[in-house]
Structures are given as structure tokens and as C-alpha cells.
């Protein structure tokens, strides 16, 4: 079940060269949430290894998962160490889940779980950047700010380097933009430029009347004005001489014009139609936020989007037991983790295992990764609040499809969960892997702020979780 340590080295590099900044209004696509005050030239991208997955689907957990309540238990060690919950076995010998996730048991041939996973930074805000981006923070602060120093997200990474071409965005986040106190770097472009930030909304998609103003147009103004004040637009521009770098201004221009189609495209537009899914499974991914972003995840990624995150919570959680992330902190010597019992993992096992068997059944997953993870894990010994703190140190993640094997345990930790005793993962050697199994160079280089030479991953794919 374990597998040794691998390591993957790319040759060559590419190079991402930063133009002058432009500002550029069209009517109308305010709207669109796409305004774009910069862009930063690109040259072309070097060929990078063979793609194996088409599409990722990352499935952030903000607040953070306790391992030893979902993934790896610990029943041998100590009380107030173990999971507070039974071992449950799952369909695959020798793996075993929390009694709480069921449904999880029966899909465990379909993942990979990592329970090596380690780093050293103990805030939400830093941990999260990490987790995001797969770059460590300058500094381990909850006061963390966002800065154009900082990392862009996987998906501008992605989009900067495999685009898409037509009118579908490569990458889309959603339903939140997430923040502890601060928002939490590692959402965006950062240096790489507005025009590869993920396409973001925040509306839920569970509401009765789940819509996209970012897809429609007022009611008094048409598809083709809009086109015609665009063709206004570009002839003042070029009047006006801002035309004069033709390179920087037809990379802009195209962006524009891929805002225009995506007005226009009854493709994106149907990919968000969640009424068009029959009720029955609608309710199996859940009639709540979480389940039916899943859902329409898996429609985006049948559209053809590269890289689509959803957020589990816009929060890290608190003493409400209806909403927020993983967080367990707060709940004041109540009996067990009342919001971990209440809320993450029923809608943990009625969405995920739904989510994965749809793919399955959809002949998507072998062509899409799933990536199931928090910022970090909770501290082995359950404190005086009856809670766990977090832990860095080392928690699970999941993966499934995409090129990694199924039915399988990579990396273990110690005998209280305490400490990696396998193989250990760093954020930085799952975010290689991520871009690996996309077809991408993970050490491709691009040019960050002062025009310095940067690795888009300073870690190593991990080759044994790879089919």
C-alpha cells in the first residue's frame, strides 16, 4: 500500500517578461467583473511532461480538517489522542475511515490519501497562502497581506501557461473569497496580471434563483451595442496612440474580445444552468452551498474548464455549528466537536463520495484530479476546551482521478498522528504534482515583480501516488 519516495526534475524553463501597464474601459464589461488595469506580456510555453488530467477540481477546506476524525484515526493510541470516532473499514482492505463517513468507505477504491502531508506555518492566513499557492510564506502571521510579492493561485498559474482557447475561462473560483480577519493571499494573479485571475463569483448556487449578473446584460443594452462600443473604444485608442506597442495592446485587445464571447457563449452559459440537472441529483449532491458548487463543478469541467476551486467555507469556522470551516476552536468543554458533528461530516458524506461516483460513472475522472484539502490538521492531543489546536505537522489529504492511483495510502504518520514516519509531502511537492499531471513543467520559470526569475513549484512531483 505505501510507496517509495519519487522525484521528478524538468529541464528548461520558460519565461514570463512583464510589459508597461495599461488602463482600458469598455462599456458594459464592468459588469462582467473583468475590468483590467494591467496586462503582462507572455511568450509562448516550452512543452512540459504528458498531460494525464484535462481539468482539476481543488476542494478547499478552509479552517482546517482534523485527520484523526475523517482519514486516519489512530485507535491504538491513547484516549484524548485517537479519533473520537470508530475505525469504520472501507472497500479497500486495510483502509479505514471514520465511522461518520459511510458513503466515503464505499468509493475509497476510487482515492489516493496522502497522510504524510507537513509544513510549519500554524495560521490560517499563511497556512492557507501555502496550501493555495504552494509557495511558503515570508512570514508564519494571521496579519499576512496580500501583495503582489506574493504567489498567483494554481489556476492563474495554470491559465498563464495551458489557456483555453474559445470562450470558456480556464479557471473559476467560487462560491467565496475566503479571509481570516484579512483576505487570504494566494486567491489571484498577483504578478502575473488581472487578465489571469480566476473567473470569480460569489452568488450560491443553491439559492432558488442562482444567476450570473457577470453572464447578463441589462436589459437596455444588447449584445451588439456592446460590440459596437468596444469597436468605438479600439478607434479612440488608436487615435489617441495608445496603440503605438502593437504586441502589449493585441494581447489586451484579445482579452477584451474573449470577455465579449463569454457574454455571448451559450456554452458557459449552459454549463451554468444547475436547473437543467434532474432534482434527483441535485439532492444527492446536497441542497446546500457546498453541494451544489460541487455539482456545478462537475458540469464546468465537462465544459471544458481547466481549474475549478470551490470553497468549502468563506470562514474558518467558529462556535456556530450551521455554518463555517473546520475550525474546532471555541466551543467552550462542549461534548466532542458539535460543528464537526452537525455540519462537516454529514455534508462531507453526501457530497464528496457523490461527487467522485458521478465523475466515475460520467467517464470524467480518469481525466479529472480531485483535490481534497485544508490549510492543515489538528493537534493530536485534545486540549482543555475538549478541541484540537492546529498541526502542521503533518494531516491527510485526498486525491482521486487524474492520473493517481486508486485504493491507495502514500506516506504514513507516526502512531499518534503526530509526525510523518513515510515519505513526507511538503505543500510545495503537491502543487508539482498538480501541475505535473496537467502537463506542466512544475519548474517552469516566470518573471515575478523587479523581473526575477521564479519557479512556478520549488517541489517535486510526488511519483508514487501516479498510476
Known amino acids: 500500500m505505501k510507496s517509495p519516495s519519487n522525484s521528478f526534475a524538468c529541464p528548461g524553463y520558460q519565461q514570463l517578461r512583464f510589459s508597461r501597464r495599461h488602463l482600458l474601459k469598455v462599456g458594459g464589461l464592468g459588469l462582467l467583473g473583468l475590468t483590467m488595469p494591467r496586462l503582462l506580456q507572455a511568450e509562448a510555453t516550452t512543452k512540459g511532461p504528458p498531460s494525464r488530467a484535462k481539468s482539476i477540481v481543488f476542494?478547499?477546506?478552509?479552517?482546517?480538517?482534523?485527520?484523526?476524525?475523517?482519514?486516519?484515526?489512530?485507535?491504538?493510541?491513547?484516549?484524548?489522542?485517537?479519533?473520537?470516532?470508530?475505525?469504520?473499514?472501507?472497500?479497500?482492505?486495510?483502509?479505514?475511515?471514520?465511522?461518520?463517513?459511510?458513503?466515503?468507505?464505499?468509493?475509497?477504491?476510487?482515492?489516493?490519501?496522502?497522510?504524510?502531508?507537513?509544513?510549519?506555518?500554524?495560521?490560517?492566513?499563511?497556512?492557507?497562502?501555502?496550501?493555495?499557492?504552494?509557495?511558503?510564506?515570508?512570514?508564519?502571521?494571521?496579519?499576512?497581506?496580500?501583495?503582489?510579492?506574493?504567489?498567483?493561485?494554481?489556476?492563474?498559474?495554470?491559465g498563464r501557461l495551458a489557456p483555453l482557447g474559445g470562450e470558456?475561462?480556464?479557471?473559476?473560483?467560487?462560491?467565496?473569497?475566503?479571509?481570516?480577519?484579512?483576505?487570504?493571499?494566494?486567491?489571484?494573479?498577483s504578478f502575473l496580471g488581472k487578465v489571469h485571475d480566476p473567473f470569480l463569483f460569489t452568488q450560491d448556487p443553491n439559492s432558488a434563483d442562482f444567476s450570473l449578473p457577470e453572464l447578463s446584460l441589462p436589459s437596455n443594452l444588447t449584445y451588439a451595442?456592446?460590440?459596437?462600443?468596444?469597436?468605438?473604444?479600439?478607434?479612440?485608442?488608436?487615435?489617441?496612440?495608445?496603440?503605438?506597442?502593437?504586441?502589449?495592446?493585441?494581447?489586451?485587445?484579445?482579452?477584451?474580445?474573449?470577455?465579449?464571447?463569454?457574454?455571448?457563449?451559450?456554452?458557459?452559459?449552459?454549463?451554468?444552468?444547475?436547473?437543467?440537472?434532474?432534482?434527483?441529483?441535485?439532492?444527492?449532491?446536497?441542497?446546500?452551498?457546498?453541494?451544489?458548487?460541487?455539482?456545478?463543478?462537475?458540469?464546468?469541467?465537462?465544459?471544458?474548464?481547466?481549474?475549478?476551486?470551490?470553497?468549502?467555507?468563506?470562514?474558518?469556522?467558529?462556535?456556530?455549528?450551521?455554518?463555517?470551516?473546520?475550525d474546532t476552536h471555541g466551543f467552550n468543554n462542549t461534548r466532542m466537536f458539535p460543528i464537526i458533528e452537525k455540519r462537516h461530516l454529514p455534508i462531507t458524506d453526501e457530497t464528496l463520495p457523490t461527487f467522485l461516483e458521478d465523475l466515475d460513472q460520467r467517464g470524467l475522472l480518469d481525466t479529472t484530479l480531485v483535490v481534497w484539502m485544508g490549510e492543515f490538521g489538528r493537534t493530536p492531543k485534545i486540549n482543555a476546551n475538549i478541541s484540537r489546536d492546529h498541526w502542521p505537522q503533518c494531516y491527510t489529504v485526498l486525491l482521486a482521478g487524474g492520473g493517481v492511483k486508486r485504493g491507495f495510502v502514500y506516506g504514513a504518520s507516526d502512531k499518534h498522528g503526530a509526525y510523518p514516519a513515510e515519505n513526507p509531502v511538503r505543500p510545495d511537492d503537491l502543487a508539482a504534482t498538480m501541475f505535473y499531471l496537467l502537463g506542466i513543467d512544475p519548474h517552469t520559470e516566470v518573471r515575478g515583480v523587479g523581473n526575477r526569475p521564479l519557479l512556478i513549484s520549488d517541489g517535486k512531483p510526488v511519483m508514487g501516488v501516479i498510476a
Open 168 to 189: 470558456m475561462p480556464t479557471s473559476i473560483a467560487y462560491p467565496y473569497v475566503i479571509r481570516d480577519g484579512s483576505v487570504t493571499p494566494g486567491q489571484h494573479a
Open 225 to 326: 451595442r456592446l460590440e459596437q462600443r468596444r469597436e468605438i473604444q479600439k478607434l479612440i485608442d488608436a487615435q489617441s496612440g495608445l496603440l503605438e506597442y502593437s504586441g502589449t495592446a493585441k494581447g489586451l485587445d484579445a482579452y477584451y474580445e474573449k470577455a465579449l464571447s463569454m457574454l455571448h457563449s451559450t456554452r458557459l452559459r449552459d454549463a451554468f444552468n444547475l436547473s437543467a440537472e434532474p432534482a434527483k441529483v441535485r439532492d444527492q449532491y446536497g441542497r446546500h452551498t457546498y453541494g451544489q458548487s460541487c455539482l456545478l463543478a462537475r458540469r464546468l469541467v465537462e465544459a471544458g474548464t481547466k481549474f475549478v476551486t470551490v470553497y468549502f467555507s468563506d470562514s474558518i469556522g467558529g462556535q456556530s455549528t450551521s455554518n463555517g470551516g473546520w
Open 59 to 158: 476542494l478547499y477546506q478552509f479552517g482546517g480538517p482534523s485527520h484523526l476524525e475523517t482519514f486516519d484515526m489512530k485507535p491504538g493510541a491513547p484516549e484524548g489522542i485517537r479519533g473520537l470516532h470508530k475505525p469504520m473499514s472501507s472497500s479497500v482492505p486495510g483502509i479505514q475511515v471514520a465511522e461518520r463517513l459511510p458513503r466515503m468507505a464505499k468509493v475509497m477504491d476510487k482515492v489516493t490519501l496522502v497522510r504524510s502531508m507537513h509544513h510549519t506555518m500554524k495560521n490560517h492566513n499563511s497556512a492557507s497562502y501555502y496550501a493555495l499557492t504552494g509557495h511558503a510564506p515570508p512570514v508564519d502571521d494571521i496579519r499576512l497581506k496580500d501583495s503582489l510579492e506574493l504567489f498567483p493561485a494554481y489556476g492563474s498559474v495554470v
